[in-house]
C-alpha cells in the first residue's frame, strides 16, 4: 500500500484522532495544565508529564528522555507556558517516530509474498483482509493462502475478506498442514501472475518454542518454492496488550525475522504510547496502525500525523 499523509482536520486525521482519544485522555486527564493549554511550565508539569508518558506505555527510559530534555528548554525560558510545551512534545514524538515510518512497497520480480505473522486475537486475519482490499484498490492482484488451519473461522473469515476485497484464495481442510496450504499458494500466484500473496498464519504462543518452529517451516517451504520469499514478515501487535507486545515483537524477530509492523486495535487502549516504545525497542518499521473495524482504518503509518493526534 502507498504511503499516506492527512493534513490536521481531514476526513483520515479526524479518524486518527478519535482513535487515539483514549491514550490523550489518559494524558491531558493527568497533565491538567497541558489540557488547558494555558499558564506556565513548572517542575511539577513536566513530573506529571513524565508519570503520563509512562503510564501511556511510552516506556520508563523514553519519557525520561523527553522530560529532560524538555525540563533543559524550560530553563533556557524556551518553553514560556503548556500550549509551547505541547508543541514542543509533539515534534519529539514525530522525530522519534519518522525513522521508523517506511511504507510497505509491493516490488517485483512477482509474485511478492507477505507472510503475516502474531499471536492469537492479535488481528491477523482482520489485518491481512484489509491489506488486501488496500492493494486492490491500487489495483494490485492479490491472493489470500488460509495457512492458519487450526481455526475453522479463521478459514471462513479469510474467505469472506477474499471475496469482500476482490482477491483469490487457497484454503485447505481444517487441521491441514499450513506449510503445504501457503507451498500451494505460491505456486497458484506463480502460474497466475499475481502481484501479492498474502499468508495467514496460526496465532502462535510466542513462548512456546515448538508452536514457532512451525512457523519456521512455513518460512522454509515459501524459500524453496521461490527464493528470497518471503519478502514481508508483517507482525502484527494489539496495542491493547501494551508491553506485552515488545516481548511478542522480540521473540518473532527471533524465529521468524520481522521486517514490518502492523499495530492494530489503537482505539481500544489507552495505551497508545506502545507505537513509541514499538519503535524504540524493535528494529523493524511499523507499516500500519488500525483505528478502528473499517477496512480503511487500517492506514499506512505517519509520524507527524499520529503526533498532531496525540496532543
Given at each position: ?199 495467514d498464519t496460526a496465532g502462535r504462543l510466542h513462548t512456546k518454542s515448538h508452536l514457532m518452529e512451525e512457523v519456521r517451516k512455513v518460512v522454509r517451504v515459501i524459500g524453496k518454492e521461490i527464493p528470497g520469499a518471503p519478502h514481508e514478515v508483517l507482525l502484527v501487535l494489539d496495542a491493547t496488550s501494551g508491553r506485552n507486545a515488545i516481548a511478542q515483537a522480540k521473540t518473532f524477530e527471533e524465529f521468524t525475522g520481522v521486517t514490518g509492523i502492523a499495530l492494530t486495535k489503537l482505539d481500544g487502549t ?42
Amino acid at each position: 500500500m502507498s504511503e499516506q499523509s492527512d493534513i490536521p482536520g481531514g476526513g483520515m486525521f479526524a479518524r486518527l484522532k478519535a482513535g487515539l482519544a483514549k491514550t490523550r485522555e489518559l494524558l491531558l486527564m493527568n497533565v491538567g495544565a497541558i489540557a488547558r493549554g494555558i499558564g506556565p511550565v513548572d517542575g511539577n508539569v513536566l513530573d506529571q508529564l513524565e508519570e503520563a508518558l509512562i503510564l501511556a506505555d511510552v516506556g520508563a527510559e523514553l519519557s525520561r528522555e523527553y522530560v529532560d530534555a524538555l525540563r533543559a528548554a524550560w530553563r533556557r525560558g524556551e518553553l514560556p507556558d503548556t500550549d509551547a510545551l505541547r508543541a514542543r512534545l509533539r515534534e519529539m514524538v514525530a522525530d522519534t517516530l519518522a525513522p521508523r515510518m517506511t511504507p510497505l512497497k509491493v516490488v517485483p520480480p512477482y509474485p511478492f509474498v507477505v507472510l503475516v505473522v502474531g499471536v492469537n486475537g492479535v488481528g491477523k486475519t482482520t489485518t491481512i483482509g484489509k491489506v488486501a482490499s488496500g492493494l486492490r484498490a491500487e489495483g494490485r492482484t492479490v491472493l489470500l493462502a488460509a495457512a492458519d488451519t487450526f481455526r475453522a473461522a479463521a478459514i471462513e473469515q479469510l474467505a469472506v475478506w477474499a471475496e469482500r476485497a476482490g482477491a483469490d484464495i487457497v484454503r485447505h481442510k481444517e487441521g491441514a498442514d499450513s506449510s503445504a496450504v501457503a507451498f500451494d499458494a505460491v505456486r497458484a500466484a506463480k502460474a497466475r501472475g499475481t502481484h501479492v500473496v498474502l499468508v495467514d498464519t496460526a496465532g502462535r504462543l510466542h513462548t512456546k518454542s515448538h508452536l514457532m518452529e512451525e512457523v519456521r517451516k512455513v518460512v522454509r517451504v515459501i524459500g524453496k518454492e521461490i527464493p528470497g520469499a518471503p519478502h514481508e514478515v508483517l507482525l502484527v501487535l494489539d496495542a491493547t496488550s501494551g508491553r506485552n507486545a515488545i516481548a511478542q515483537a522480540k521473540t518473532f524477530e527471533e524465529f521468524t525475522g520481522v521486517t514490518g509492523i502492523a499495530l492494530t486495535k489503537l482505539d481500544g487502549t489507552a495505551k497508545g504510547g506502545v507505537v513509541l516504545s514499538v519503535t524504540r525497542e524493535i528494529a523493524a518499521p511499523i507499516r500500519y496502525i488500525g483505528v478502528g473495524e473499517k477496512a480503511d482504518d487500517l492506514r499506512p503509518f505517519d509520524a507527524k500525523s499520529f503526533a498532531e493526534a496525540l496532543f
